[in-house]
Each structure stands twice: as structure tokens, then as C-alpha cells.
């Protein structure tokens, strides 16, 4: 009987011994095991080593194929609804410099094309307002390749900005700067060979800021000036590629007087032109949104009220 205890007893103490040395064991086991993750040699978190996270591209706008993004302070374009993207050679502040205080989620209206066949966009190369030089970036091979060319050198102080093709040779810019006030200096520029040279054109004496502006066609074009407390239109037409500006004419309505004061860019619609009046930003006839619309038969000279507008009938 005491062989057997004591043979019991020496198999206990060497199992104890073995479940010791596996516990004793079992940290360094699991610190070199091959399924344990290193975490001394884990991938660095970009916000520790201060490198910017890269957001994915999204297109501004959702609805169309062709569109843009500002993220990651670049500009890109997509022509198939952002799945793939190029590159616009632009720093972001050139296209906001300037006398802009506006947000720069999105690129300034008007102050870009972007189709098919052309993609431009109105930008400075310095954020220096003495020495501002007002530039256009363009391509017309969807980004294969970019031109510049230079619009007006030196432009101090770029506030009112516009650019649009007629055809894939004719194209006008339109620009203001040097506000000091209510008063700014604003001119317009055409080009005939698809955006390569700029040709300024005469400017109207007057000096109220801008209020938008455009060519119908190689000869015809207007400036709608007065921004601040307007009490009716000034619209300038000119005939002759900008030698010559004089006031447009309109026949309002006695109740419209006070209501329809600043002239969108007219537009042709067959033999006519049509041009729409806002109420400006003072404006509270019927909610304020409600414009007028007029036309002319003389080519921009005078202009004849149509009828109401609604909101969204001129989207």
C-alpha cells in the first residue's frame, strides 16, 4: 500500500511541474507566436506623423457627368462622374485670389468652362495685388493637355469674374477690380482664336460695380452695372466688339419702375434678344424672386416689357 502512495504522490508532483512550466512558459509563448500582431510594427496613424489624409475625390456635381472637385487643395476633373480624374495645373489660392471673401467649396460662378469640348478657368498667378496678372488655364482635350494664356497684366484687386465660349474660337472675358467703394474699374476682352490671345476692348465711362455681362454674338455685347441700391437697369450695349458702349433703353411699366433694376446677360432668341431684370438685393415685390422679362427687336438698343418671370422658369 505504501509503494502505491508513494508512486501516486510522484505523479502529482510531475504533473505540477509541467502545468508550472507551461504557465511560466506561456507570456512568451504568445509574445513570439506568429498570430500575434506587433504592434511595434503596425502601420503609423498619418494624423501621428502630421501627413495629411487624402480624401476620396467626389464630384460637385452628383447629377452630371462632367464636373470637378477642390478637395485635397487641388483641382481635378472627372468626365465620367468621377471614376476617373485629372489634374488641373492651378493652385487653388490663384483661383480665389483677389477681392473675394465668398466660400471656396466650389469655384466662383461663372468664372470657369466646363464641357465636352473645353475646360477653362479664370485665375490669377500671384496672390500679390499689386502685381496680379489675370491668367486663363484652358484645355480642349479633356485635360491631356493645358494651355495659358495671359488676359490683363498687372489687374490689382480681381472682383467681378467671367469667362464663356460662343464657339470653339470665339470667347470673351469680363472682369472688374481696383473697387474702391461703390466705384471699381471693369472692362471686357474677346478672343477669336479659341482662347490663345486676348483683345481688351473700350469701357463705359461709368464706374457703378458690375453686375454681370456678356457677347450674344462677335459684335454685340453688354455690361449691367450698378449693384448697390440700384433704382433702375444700367444696361450698356455695344455693337462693334466693345469700340463703342451706349445705355440701353428700357420701356417700363410705371408699376415696375421701382421693382426690375439690375439687367441679367441678355440672350438671343431668333431675330429677338431677351434679357431678364431682377429686383436686386433690396427688392420685395412678390417675394423678391419674381423677374421681368424684356424684349428687344433692335439689337440691344431698347427693350420691351414681356412679362413676369418666375423663379424657377429662368433655372
Known amino acids: 500500500?505504501?509503494?502505491?502512495?508513494?508512486?501516486?504522490?510522484?505523479?502529482?508532483?510531475?504533473?505540477?511541474?509541467?502545468?508550472?512550466?507551461?504557465?511560466?512558459?506561456?507570456?512568451?509563448?504568445?509574445?513570439?507566436?506568429?498570430?500575434?500582431?506587433?504592434?511595434?510594427?503596425?502601420?503609423?496613424?498619418?494624423?501621428?506623423?502630421?501627413?495629411?489624409?487624402?480624401?476620396?475625390?467626389?464630384?460637385?456635381?452628383?447629377n452630371e457627368p462632367i464636373s470637378y472637385s477642390l478637395q485635397n487643395n487641388k483641382l481635378h476633373l472627372t468626365y465620367d462622374s468621377g471614376?476617373?480624374?485629372?489634374?488641373?495645373?492651378?493652385?487653388?489660392?490663384?483661383?480665389?485670389?483677389?477681392?473675394?471673401?465668398?466660400?471656396?467649396?466650389?469655384?466662383?460662378?461663372?468664372?470657369?468652362?466646363?464641357?465636352?469640348?473645353?475646360?477653362?478657368?479664370?485665375?490669377?498667378?500671384?496672390?500679390?495685388p499689386e502685381q496680379e496678372r489675370v491668367m486663363l488655364t484652358y484645355s480642349t482635350d479633356k485635360g491631356e493637355t493645358w494651355e495659358e494664356s495671359e488676359i490683363a497684366s498687372p489687374f490689382p484687386g480681381l472682383r467681378f469674374r467671367k469667362v464663356d465660349f460662343l464657339d470653339?474660337?470665339?470667347?470673351?472675358?469680363?472682369?472688374?477690380?481696383?473697387?474702391?467703394?461703390?466705384?471699381?474699374?471693369?472692362?471686357?476682352?474677346?478672343?477669336?482664336?479659341?482662347?490663345?490671345?486676348?483683345?481688351?476692348?473700350?469701357?463705359?465711362?461709368?464706374?457703378?460695380?458690375?453686375?454681370?455681362g456678356g457677347f450674344v454674338d462677335e459684335s454685340t455685347g453688354f455690361l449691367s452695372l450698378g449693384t448697390i441700391s440700384p433704382e433702375a437697369p444700367t444696361l450698356y450695349v455695344t455693337q462693334d466688339k466693345g469700340e463703342s458702349w451706349q445705355l440701353a433703353e428700357f420701356n417700363m411699366p410705371e408699376e415696375y419702375e421701382p421693382v426690375f433694376v439690375i439687367a441679367e446677360t441678355p440672350v438671343r432668341d431668333g431675330e429677338q434678344l431677351t434679357v431678364t431684370l431682377n429686383q436686386g438685393p433690396n427688392g420685395d415685390y412678390a417675394g423678391g424672386l419674381v423677374k421681368g422679362e424684356f424684349i428687344s427687336d433692335d439689337n440691344g438698343e431698347t427693350w420691351n416689357f414681356s412679362k413676369e418671370v418666375e423663379p424657377d422658369e429662368t433655372e
Do not use: C
Open 83 to 128: 471614376e476617373d480624374w485629372t489634374e488641373v495645373p492651378i493652385e487653388t489660392d490663384q483661383l480665389f485670389a483677389g477681392d473675394y471673401n465668398g466660400p471656396e467649396q466650389e469655384l466662383i460662378d461663372n468664372s470657369y468652362v466646363l464641357t465636352e469640348d473645353r475646360a477653362a478657368f479664370l485665375h490669377t498667378d500671384t496672390v500679390n
Open 1 to 62: 500500500m505504501k509503494p502505491l502512495l508513494l508512486g501516486i504522490s510522484g505523479l502529482m508532483i510531475t504533473i505540477l511541474t509541467i502545468i508550472s512550466f507551461i504557465v511560466y512558459q506561456k507570456p512568451a509563448f504568445f509574445m513570439t507566436s506568429p498570430f500575434e500582431i506587433d504592434i511595434t510594427e503596425r502601420t503609423a496613424d498619418p494624423a501621428d506623423t502630421g501627413e495629411q489624409v487624402q480624401e476620396e475625390l467626389q464630384p460637385v456635381d452628383y
Open 168 to 212: 470653339d474660337q470665339l470667347g470673351y472675358v469680363i472682369i472688374s477690380g481696383s473697387r474702391t467703394m461703390s466705384q471699381e474699374y471693369s472692362t471686357a476682352f474677346l478672343t477669336e482664336d479659341g482662347g490663345e490671345t486676348w483683345q481688351q476692348t473700350n469701357s463705359p465711362e461709368e464706374t457703378r460695380l458690375i453686375a454681370d
